[in-house]
């Protein structure tokens, strides 16, 4: 059986007329990485508001750690760490006095985990450089460095990646990678960078106007954004034949436009392609194909129109 971290049951949000969370049911398994998808003001800060305590929902309730009572709760966010939106840095301070002020906040015993926290996220040697000198990296990672005191079991980050160079992009991406699969951690990250989350995440929730749309795992997702090679030749019949009896598969289908979808032997190419010109066809077309995250996501929502 499935054990979930996070649940929302019905969760709704509203700002005077306007509905922001639309009776979300979202569950967040235990030691995954769960990309939340959804364009600006989509409702994904919202959400993670409300679970990390910073606002309340108009009605719905949210389970932590499987505890839903409101004194429950409270004790399984110190189970917990967080950023959401900017990071909150003093400017004049250094990382640690940054990490001190923190540590002094959240009630952590002991100086001895600074020096180790900021090793983690890559910030061990920066010594006395004020935050109000560092790169965006710099000061997203600190902001990590801060949420990772007390060493929690889960973490939501929201838009971690906001403003990074592509190098800076990758160094977060190993990050959280290594947070989850060496330290076990189930993180919660929201983000519009959607390529970047097909290499990290292992399960993703699609939200719209507030709407949980959809809930799917890396695999289901696969599935559905199946890769396949496309096909035009002078005959299609003829081609699916030299398919089904050559290549011994049935894993393919035909459009009207006459292009074959072939979805074996994506990463054998040549095979297929020896055996269509040993049919006597003629090749028009023959590519790879598949579709990304991106399209899925804008097929779900229906259409790319920013709001």
């Known amino acids: 059986m499935t054990e979930y971290v996070l649940k929302t049951i019905q969760l709704s949000e509203h700002y005077k007329s306007r509905i922001v969370l639309d009776k979300v049911d979202l569950a967040v398994p235990k030691g995954s990485i769960y990309g939340f998808i959804g364009l600006n003001g989509a409702g994904k800060s919202t959400l993670m508001r409300i679970v990390t305590g910073l606002s309340f929902p108009t009605s719905g309730t949210i389970e932590l750690f499987g ?39 959240k009630g952590v015993p002991g100086k001895d985990c600074i020096p180790k926290t900021l090793a983690i996220v890559g910030l061990q040697d920066v010594g006395n450089k004020k935050t109000r000198n560092f790169s965006l990296g710099m000061k997203q990672r600190l902001a990590i460095a801060m ?10 980050l929201d838009e971690p990646t906001n403003g990074l160079d592509p190098m800076g992009v990758v160094e977060m991406r190993d990050l959280l990678r290594r947070l989850n699969r060496e330290l076990g951690m189930t993180i919660l990250i929201s983000s519009h960078i959607l390529s970047e989350l097909n290499l990290l995440a292992t399960h993703y929730g699609i939200i719209h106007r507030g709407r949980l749309v959809e809930q799917l795992t890396s695999t289901e997702l696969e599935e559905k954004c199946q890769q396949y090679l496309h096909i035009k030749v002078d005959n299609p019949e003829r081609a699916s034949v030299a398919i089904e009896q050559q290549l011994h598969t049935n894993e393919f289908e035909v459009l009207p436009t006459g292009v074959i979808k072939l979805f074996k032997y994506v990463k054998e190419p040549g095979k297929v392609s020896s055996v269509l010109v040993a049919s006597g066809l003629q090749i028009e077309a023959f590519m790879p194909m598949g579709e990304e995250l991106e399209s899925y996501f804008a097929s779900r929502i229906g259409g790319v129109k920013h709001e």
């Open 147 to 156: 949420a990772l005191l007390g060493d929690p079991e889960f973490l939501i």
């Open 67 to 105: 505890k839903s009572s409101e004194s429950e709760i409270i004790q399984a966010r110190k189970r917990m760490g967080s950023t959401i939106e900017s990071p909150g840095l003093f400017p004049n301070m250094t990382a640690y006095e940054n990490m001190e002020v923190c540590r002094l906040q």
